[in-house]
C-alpha cells in the first residue's frame, strides 16, 4: 500500500508541475510522498529491526529512485504536452490515480478480514475534505483539469467506502473489536487450564516421572 501511495504521488506530482497548476497542488504530492516514506522507514526500523545503517540506505535509495522517476515522468509530461498528444497526456495523468486507488485495497483486505477499520475518523475525514478542497481549487484555474480531478475524487470515494464499512462493522458490533479479541486469545491459550508451573515444579514432574518409569 505505502509503495504504490508512493509511486503514485510521484507520478501525480510529476503531472501537476508539468500541467503548471496552482504551487500548492504541485507541493501537495511531495509532501504526502515524504510522509509515505517516512512510514516505509518506520516499517523498516520498528517491523523488521533494520539497523540505522541499513534504514539511511534504503532511504537514500527511495529518495533517488524518487527523484530520477519524478523528473523523468516530468519530461515525459512536457513532451507529450509539446507534442499535442492528448492521448498521452490523459495516460500519464490518470496513472497516479490508478495506483493511488490499487493502493486501497490492501487496506480493504485488512477491514474485511479484521471486521474492522482501524484508520481514525480524523485522518479519514481529513483526506475526504483534503480530496474535496484541492478539486474546488481545480475550478479556479484558467481551465478545468478533469484528469488531475480523478485522482482527487478517486480517493473521495475510496475514503467513503472505508466510512461505509465502518459504520456497517459498528451496526454488526466488531468495529474496533478485533485487537480486543486478538490479545484475548492469546491470553486464553494456557491460560484456561490455571496458573503457569515454575521450573521447579516442572523439573520436579520429570524427575517423578522417570521413578515411575524405573519402578515399571
Given at each position: 500500500m505505502l509503495y504504490l501511495w508512493f509511486a503514485g504521488n510521484m507520478l501525480y506530482g510529476a503531472y501537476a508541475a508539468a500541467e503548471g497548476l496552482y504551487f500548492g497542488l504541485v507541493i501537495q504530492?511531495?509532501?504526502f510522498a515524504f510522509f509515505t516514506l517516512?512510514?516505509?522507514?518506520?516499517?523498516?526500523?520498528?517491523?523488521h529491526k533494520w539497523s540505522m545503517a541499513k534504514t539511511l540506505v534504503?532511504?537514500?535509495?527511495l529518495c533517488a529512485a524518487y527523484a530520477g522517476l519524478h523528473v523523468g515522468f516530468w519530461q515525459a509530461d512536457l513532451r507529450a504536452i509539446a507534442d499535442h498528444r492528448d492521448s498521452a497526456v490523459t495516460f500519464l495523468g490518470v496513472l497516479p490515480a490508478i495506483f493511488i486507488a490499487v493502493g486501497f485495497f490492501p487496506e480493504f483486505y485488512v477491514c474485511i478480514?479484521?471486521?474492522s477499520v482501524e484508520m481514525s475518523n480524523f485522518f479519514i475525514m481529513l483526506d475526504i475534505l483534503g480530496g474535496v478542497f484541492s478539486t474546488i481549487s481545480l475550478a479556479f484555474d484558467h481551465t478545468f483539469d478533469y484528469v488531475a480531478s480523478i485522482t482527487y475524487l478517486i480517493v473521495v470515494?475510496?475514503?467513503?467506502?472505508?466510512?461505509?464499512?465502518?459504520?456497517?462493522f459498528y451496526i454488526r458490533g466488531t468495529q474496533g473489536k478485533f485487537g480486543h479479541r486478538s490479545s484475548v486469545d492469546r491470553s486464553s491459550t494456557g491460560s484456561h487450564?490455571?496458573?503457569p508451573r515454575s521450573s521447579s515444579e516442572s523439573d520436579a514432574n520429570v524427575e517423578l516421572k522417570r521413578i515411575e518409569e524405573g519402578r515399571a
Open positions: 504530492p511531495q509532501l517516512l512510514n516505509i522507514l518506520q516499517v523498516y526500523w520498528y517491523a534504503a532511504c537514500v535509495v478480514k479484521e471486521q470515494l475510496l475514503d467513503i467506502v472505508l466510512v461505509f464499512m465502518k459504520v456497517y487450564r490455571g496458573p
